[in-house]
């Protein structure tokens, strides 16, 4: 099994005990070690599938605007559990191959692996609900059937995606390229950078 294709299996476990309640309260009950590749992809998938259902429910147009602002603050919150998770991640691929040489005329991909790997879960999201789009009782058949069209390219994009995350690692393993890991340095959630916050002061 390629690491994308493991990826996935854990991304679609991660998915499938999410919905076995469909509570964003629900607290993440991972299976895998902690410290573990396994425990931060599930991690990963666990966080990205609650904050697509507080994006859901955020968008309702009768929300209490208090709540609307109290959600919006944990989506916030949430995305920076999100970027942090994927630069473990990334670490977790730098000791992997730090004893990797890479070669003389080495490239820089444009991404990450992690970032890739991100991309990934969002795409098994995404999979999942178009295919309950299509599935849909209540649904027009033109409705299944211009999400079944969707579903069809978001499955072709899974699979092009687990091929370059797979070559990528790969090339690095090999030393044809080499991966630089840079922070995020989301500005806004910091105090001493967000000028309204430290314009509050």
């Known amino acids: 099994m390629s690491f994308s294709e493991h990826c996935n299996k854990i991304f679609c476990q991660a998915i499938r005990d999410y919905h076995l309640t469909d509570n964003v309260d629900v607290p993440m009950n991972n299976p895998y070690e902690r410290g573990t590749i396994d425990y931060s992809l ?106 079944a069209a969707k579903l069809a390219v978001l499955n072709e994009q899974q699979v092009d995606l687990g091929t370059a995350i797979d070559q990528l690692l790969e090339d690095i393993e090999t030393g044809r390229k080499y991966m630089k890991v840079y922070r995020q340095m989301k500005m806004y959630n910091d105090p001493s950078t967000n000028p309204v916050l430290y314009n509050k002061k």
């Open 42 to 147: 599930y991690m990963k998938c666990w966080i990205d599938t609650v904050q697509w259902h507080l994006e859901d429910i955020i968008r309702d147009p009768h929300i209490n605007p208090d709540e609307a602002l109290s959600l919006k603050r944990r989506i916030d919150r949430s995305n920076q559990d999100r970027t942090d998770l994927v630069e473990d991640i990334d670490s977790y691929f730098r000791q992997q191959y730090c004893d990797v040489r890479p070669l003389d005329d080495a490239r820089l991909n444009t991404e990450s692996p992690a970032w890739a790997v991100d991309r990934l879960s969002i795409l098994a999201l995404k999979i999942y609900h178009m295919t309950e789009q299509t599935e849909r009782e209540d649904a027009s058949k033109e409705h299944k059937e211009k999400c």
